[in-house]
């Protein structure tokens, strides 16, 4: 499959890919990045806002607090700089739910400059509405909130989450006849048939799919919880979370005034709606995309004897969730379909990234035979990596997937990114060493607030320097795998001292000197290294030369 129409494929997927640049088309830089699980994170999705030319990941932790979701920014998808706040500020949006405010996605429309959040999260009220019963102890659903700004703050287009009721009719509803534990399900499928019939679908894990044709798609994860399968091969229950889509009307992208909430499209409302059901029941209908037992996969049944493991302290379980999905085209044309998802709990060794393929949007999908693409390494200290987004690199041309994982079996998730690429098989590249920066982030730029620093003798001056990426995005110099080094020459004229984005010059004397900053990369491996421009015929530091003049 073409890279290009690859490219051409997702950017119809609001925006996930900037633009080619056009300009320094032989110019670059040497600079690396190496993840070293510095910026906390979890089931991160990364959008290009092609106005500020940053990338933004928007992240389940490491909002402050009164706060819910991260927002980051990164000119080179490997810097990131932490926002202050978050997407939506707790108590005045997301208030229809109380906790599990999961997996954020942002979607821009650049017709309307308008950005749409789509989140998960647990409600709070009128639970028995929405589910049938008030003990639901999962009732989760998806919000919908809208900004101006990538970073925010938004705000909830309606004070509640989509008017969406998916229902399943063909479920025995097992959970009605287990103990108060509701961890161990019927011993048998004799026994378990004999439950009511029909739940509604708590659901999780957002992701909007902007087809070429012009129809969208809301993938979602259906929550294990009250979707107990009976394994033949296992002779038991399994509770499972799986992978389903519907279809979304587009009267709210195309709204400009935000006011919208989305809705789906008319064939999927009261889909599920039995001719003897009450008025003004709601039973909407899905597609099924992923479910273990229509393509059973080995790697992903780490969770299925939990319950005999922990002594009845967890339940026997399978997960799919954290899905992305994107459209590509082979040499004559043929749309094929790429969706990725995640397996297992992330704290189990076996949790990683798969992948399955399809025709069309709806499917039907095969899982990959690859599976998992992505998965702990301890030799390179990776773990618990999985649930990410993929992005491509500014000029277009590689693609990544940027991710979660952990350096140690007891640390925190943080955000990585990892290289991808494309079909006809889908790999990922997991490193923790020293790799190049995606194309198109270079040639870098530096420039300081002052063209001449002028220190009373014996004084301090301070000025401002500042690292770009080609399309202008600031690095965070209080990173830590960003730094600068500044030297004084002659050096006897005095000192230079960085802090950050900012130099101070303290002169010894009256005479004058040049001070010259460059710009560093943390390694893998420790230290600092200093930063080039490179092309066919030169090697240009990445530097900037101040002349400095002592007043009288």
Not at 105 to 131: Q, S
Not at 225 to 253: C, H, I, M, P, Q
Not at 309 to 319: L, M, V
Not at 520 to 549: F, K, L, M, S, W
């Amino acid at each position: 499959m073409r890279l290009t129409t690859l490219l051409v494929a997702v950017l119809t997927s609001a925006s996930l890919l900037p633009a080619p640049a056009s300009a320094h088309p032989a110019r670059t830089t040497d600079a690396t990045y190496h993840n070293d699980a510095a910026t906390p994170g979890a089931d991160p999705f990364v959008l290009f806002d092609r106005p500020s030319g940053y990338y933004y990941a928007y992240s389940t932790e490491g909002a402050d607090p009164g706060h819910h979701f991260a927002v980051y920014r990164s000119p080179d998808l490997a810097t990131w700089e932490h926002l202050p706040g978050g997407a939506l500020r707790a108590g005045q949006d997301g208030d229809w739910a109380h906790d599990w405010f999961w997996a954020p996605e942002v979607y821009h429309n650049p017709d309307t400059g308008l950005y749409f959040l789509f989140y998960a999260a647990r409600m709070n009220r009128d639970v028995a509405a929405h589910f049938g019963h008030a003990d639901f102890e999962e009732p989760c659903k998806v919000g919908v909130a809208v900004s101006r700004s990538p970073a925010g703050p938004f705000h909830d287009i309606v004070e509640g989450p989509l008017d969406y009721h998916p229902y399943d009719p063909a479920y025995h509803d097992v959970n009605l006849i287990m103990d108060a534990a509701q961890k161990k399900p019927p011993a048998t499928l004799e026994e378990g048939r004999t439950a009511p019939l029909g739940t509604y679908l708590p659901y999780i894990d957002p992701n909007v799919f902007f087809d070429a044709d012009g129809r969208i798609y809301l993938y979602f994860s259906r929550n294990a919880y009250r979707n107990w399968v009976w394994d033949t091969d296992l002779g038991k229950y399994v509770e499972e979370s799986n992978v389903y889509a519907v279809e979304l009307t587009g009267d709210w992208w195309r709204d400009p005034t935000g006011r919208t909430m989305p809705a789906i499209a008319p064939a999927y409302r009261d889909a599920n709606r039995a001719s003897d059901d009450p008025p003004g029941v709601r039973k909407d209908g899905y597609v099924p995309i992923l479910a273990y037992g229509s393509d059973q996969q080995a790697w992903e049944n780490a969770h299925v004897n939990d319950y005999a493991k922990s002594g009845g302290a967890k339940k026997d379980r399978r997960w799919a969730e954290g899905s992305t999905t994107l459209r590509t085209t082979d040499a004559r044309g043929v749309p094929h379909y790429f969706l990725t998802y995640s397996a297992n709990n992330y704290e189990n060794e076996f949790y990683g990234v798969g992948y399955a393929t399809a025709d069309g949007p709806l499917g039907p999908w095969r899982k990959a035979a690859a599976n998992p693409v992505l998965a702990q390494d301890p030799a390179r200290g990776l773990y618990s990596t999985g649930h990410g987004s993929v992005i491509g690199s500014p000029d277009g041309t590689q693609f990544y997937y940027v991710h979660h994982g952990r350096p140690s079996t007891t640390s925190a998730r943080a955000l990585c990114t990892s290289r991808l690429h494309p079909g006809p098989e889908l790999s990922i590249d997991a490193s923790t060493s020293d790799e190049p920066l995606p194309s198109g982030v270079g040639p870098l730029r530096i420039g300081a607030g002052d063209r001449v620093l002028r220190p009373r003798p014996g004084g301090s001056a301070t000025t401002t320097v500042h690292v770009s990426s080609a399309r202008g995005a600031a690095f965070d110099l209080t990173n830590p795998q960003n730094r600068l080094r500044a030297v004084l020459r002659p050096a006897d004229a005095g000192t230079a001292v960085v802090r950050g984005g900012q130099v101070t010059v303290t002169t010894t004397g009256r005479r004058p000197a040049v001070l010259t900053v460059s710009y560093q990369r943390h390694e893998a491996g420790g230290g600092y290294r200093d930063v080039a421009n490179t092309g066919p015929r030169r090697i240009d530091p990445v530097q900037v030369t101040i002349p400095v003049v002592t007043r009288p």
